[in-house]
């Protein structure tokens, strides 16, 4: 397959052509390396190939969170996102995944991961964490006591 240079008896090097938005979708030099991207209406790059024959696709939410990828090596994760844009949940081709939950701060107050490992916290309201326990059985108490508690 010929290059878009070689189709067009290019001489001038690199070639770089740019979309509306002023992305770069192609560029290639004079030995023939070469590249292409393809872009959403955000500006990300959802796709990418290249001379090497190396290629990866993306998706991303209404936030330009990055929700999808995958590559020609066959590697691929996923990930959603609260609505305050924090990653609640992760997978990949390796068969890890993780999730997690945030409090109204964006404090982390859970985390557990397909490899066994947990851990919850609480916070004070100075974004403090003053409790913390863990599947290894470490408890970190350091809430208020209540007068009763002496």
């Avoid at 070689?6 to 001489?11: F, N, R, S």
């Avoid at 070469?34 to 939410?61: A, L, M, P």
């Avoid at 964006?106 to 004070?124: A, L, P, Q, T, V």
Wanted: hydrophobic share 20%.
């Amino acid at each position: 397959m010929k290059t878009i240079a070689q189709q067009l008896k290019v001489t001038n090097f690199p070639i770089e052509i740019k979309d509306s938005n002023n992305n770069e979708i192609y560029f290639e030099d004079s030995n023939g390396i070469w590249y292409k991207r393809e872009f959403d209406s955000n500006n990300n790059v959802i796709y990418y190939e290249n001379s090497d024959g190396y290629w990866y696709k993306r998706e991303f939410d209404s936030n330009n969170n990055e929700i999808y990828f995958e590559n020609g090596d066959g590697d691929w994760y996923k990930q959603e996102y609260d609505s305050n844009n924090n990653r609640i949940y992760s997978e990949n081709s390796a068969g890890y995944w993780y999730k997690q939950e945030f409090n109204s701060n964006n404090n982390k107050i859970y985390f557990e991961s397909s490899n066994g490992y947990w851990y919850k916290r609480e916070y004070d309201s100075n974004n403090n964490i003053i409790y913390s326990e863990n599947g290894n059985g470490t408890i970190i108490d350091n809430r208020p006591k209540s007068p009763c508690e002496g």
